[in-house]
């Protein structure tokens, strides 16, 4: 059974950060890309920031230059630091990885966590 389980939402001031976990467990192979989305009331999910196992990221723009996002392979996690935070930033955020199991045989899914609250007040 893999899940993926984010931590680190929470309420924050317009102008804070806050720092987001992302961490797979249970049985696999490997994990693969991994990314961010979030998803505002009223509003369609859209992709934050990925990263692939290689470490290549990629940002929507409009968090460019204020959140940045990291993983640790051996830990099987991602990060999304989050600075200089505007109400607009106010979501549910969730992670995404594509994850490789099987034995003779591999296949890849796209796991999701189950999302955690970001607000920033005003």
């Known amino acids: 059974q893999v899940q993926l389980v984010e931590s680190g939402g929470g309420l924050v001031p317009a102008g804070g950060s806050l720092k987001l976990s992302c961490t797979a467990s249970?049985?696999?192979?490997?994990?693969?890309?991994m990314g961010w989305y979030r998803q505002a009331p009223g509003k369609q999910r859209e992709a934050v920031a990925t990263i692939t196992s290689g470490g290549i990221t990629n940002y929507a723009d409009s968090v460019k230059g204020r959140f940045t996002i990291s993983r640790d392979n051996a830990k099987n996690t991602m990060y999304l630091q989050m600075n200089s935070l505007s109400p607009e930033d106010t979501a549910v955020y969730s992670c995404?990885?594509?994850?490789?199991?099987?034995?003779?045989?591999?296949?890849?899914?796209?796991?999701w966590g189950q999302g955690t609250q970001v607000t920033v007040s005003s």
């Open positions: 995404s990885a594509r994850i490789v199991t099987g034995t003779t045989k591999l296949y890849a899914y796209d796991y």
């Open positions: 249970g049985s696999f192979l490997s994990v693969n890309t």
